[in-house]
């Protein structure tokens, strides 16, 4: 799996922190991450789809 790396604001990174460990919705803050990452792919999908611009043979997107 690839790696990146990205400058991010204290305050989103502690409100994410929150959310991670034992009992809590996410295991890593990596994980939380792409969980977040993939829903907001999820998202902009839809907003393409309600707008034509995906959903065709050949959009282009792989699904």
């Not at 809590?24 to 309600?50: E, H, N, P, Y």
């Amino acid at each position: 799996m690839p790696k990146i790396s990205l400058d991010m604001p204290n305050e989103l990174l502690s409100d994410i922190k929150q959310h991670v460990g034992d009992e809590k919705k996410f295991i890593s803050v990596a994980d939380a991450i792409r969980s977040a990452c993939r829903k907001l792919l999820d998202q902009l999908d839809s907003i393409d789809m309600r707008h034509g611009r995906i959903g065709g043979d050949d959009d282009g997107y792989k699904k």
